[in-house]
């Protein structure tokens, strides 16, 4: 379980400095290019909902993880049991 709370922490990290960035420096700009070259504040919020997406992404992996693993324990853990009782 301590294993996967280091790389949690860090994609929340990185999810929750990106959105603040975002909201702090471009709050009224949609990540979305719309003419032929678009401005500095239109790039950089997309750079930041980039990182924002990374680090959510990358907790879900990561409580995925936490979760395949704890139901692969619990069911080492029935398994052991039944080989006990027998």
Do not use: T
Not at 53 to 74: H, K, W
Not at 78 to 85: G, Q
């Amino acid at each position: 379980m301590l294993a996967y709370l280091k790389p949690l922490s860090l994609f929340a990290l990185v999810f929750v400095s990106a959105f603040l960035a975002h909201k702090a420096m471009v709050p009224n700009v949609v990540a979305v290019a719309d003419g032929e070259q678009s401005n500095w504040q239109v790039q950089l919020a997309f750079v930041l909902v980039s990182l924002e997406n990374i680090g959510l992404g990358g907790a879900v992996l990561v409580l995925v993880a936490l979760v395949l693993d704890r139901l692969q324990e619990v069911r080492r853990d029935k398994n052991a049991r039944c080989r006990i009782s027998e």
